[in-house]
C-alpha cells in the first residue's frame, strides 16, 4: 500500500536559517507529490508538486523540492525561513484521485 | 469563484445524534473527497467520489455516509455520532485528467460529548 512517511514530528530553526524537511514514500509506479502548508486554523495550501521531469521543482513562499527517486524521497527546502513560516508542513503522494498524507511536521520558527 | 465552502465550521454534537457536513465547490470539478485530520496522523481519506452518482469508500469510512447528486455538492453524514469522530473535517476538490492537485475547503471542527 501507498505511504508517506515524514520522520520528523517536530522541527525549531532560527529565524533566517535554513529548512529542510523530509519525506519518504512508498509508491509502486511513478509517484506524484505533493507538499501542503497548513496555518494554524486553517486550511491545506499547495506549495509545490511533482509530476514527472526536472527533479527539482520550484514552488510558492520561496520553498523548493527535490524528488530522488533512488531514496524514494521528496524533502523540502527554503534557503532562509521566516517568522511567517512556522505551520505544518504536510507531504503527500497521489493514488489514482486520492492523496495519501504523511503525519506532518510542525515548523517552529525562534527570533 | 468561492472555490471549496464547508458548513458549518464548528459543531458540537451529543453521543448518537446525526448531522450533516455540507461540502460545495463552484469550480466544475469532477472529483471531491472527505479526509479527517487528527494530530499526529496526518489526513485520512473518509470517502471519495468521482463524478456525480459515483462514490467509493477510502481508508476511514466507517460510521460515515456520501452521495453526490450534483457536481458541485458532497455532503458527508455522521449517522450516530461518537467521540472517537472528533475531528476536523477537510473537504477538497479535483479538476478531471490528471492533475491530482487537490484543492481544499477551510474545514469543519466536529466535537462528539
Known amino acids: 500500500a501507498q505511504s508517506v512517511t515524514q520522520p520528523d514530528i517536530h522541527i525549531t530553526v532560527s529565524e533566517g536559517a535554513s529548512l529542510e524537511l523530509r519525506c519518504n514514500y512508498s509508491?509502486?509506479?511513478?509517484?506524484?507529490l505533493f507538499w501542503y502548508v497548513q496555518s494554524p486554523g486553517q486550511g491545506l495550501q499547495l506549495l509545490l508538486k511533482y509530476f514527472s521531469g526536472d527533479t527539482l521543482v520550484q514552488g510558492i513562499k520561496g520553498f523548493e523540492a527535490e524528488f530522488k527517486r533512488s531514496q524514494s524521497s521528496f524533502n523540502l527546502r527554503k534557503p532562509s525561513v521566516h517568522w511567517s513560516d512556522a505551520a505544518e508542513y504536510f507531504c503527500a503522494v497521489g493514488d489514482g484521485n486520492k492523496l495519501v498524507f504523511g503525519a506532518g511536521t510542525i515548523l517552529r520558527v525562534k527570533s | 469563484n468561492a472555490g471549496v465552502t464547508q458548513t458549518p465550521k464548528f459543531q458540537v454534537l451529543k453521543t448518537g445524534q446525526s448531522m450533516t457536513l455540507q461540502c460545495a465547490q463552484d469550480m466544475n470539478h469532477e472529483y471531491m473527497s472527505w479526509y479527517r485530520q487528527d494530530p499526529g496522523m496526518g489526513l485520512r481519506l473518509i470517502h471519495y467520489s468521482v463524478g456525480a452518482g459515483i462514490t467509493d469508500q477510502g481508508e476511514v469510512p466507517n460510521g460515515y455516509n456520501v452521495s453526490r447528486s450534483t457536481t458541485e455538492d458532497f455532503p458527508l453524514r455522521l449517522l450516530s455520532a461518537a467521540p472517537s469522530q472528533t475531528s476536523v473535517y477537510f473537504c477538497?476538490?479535483?479538476?478531471?485528467?490528471?492533475?491530482?492537485?487537490?484543492?481544499f475547503g477551510p474545514g469543519t471542527r466536529l466535537t462528539v460529548t
Open positions: 477538497a476538490s479535483t479538476p478531471r485528467g490528471l492533475s491530482y492537485e487537490q484543492y
Open positions: 509508491y509502486g509506479a511513478t509517484p506524484y
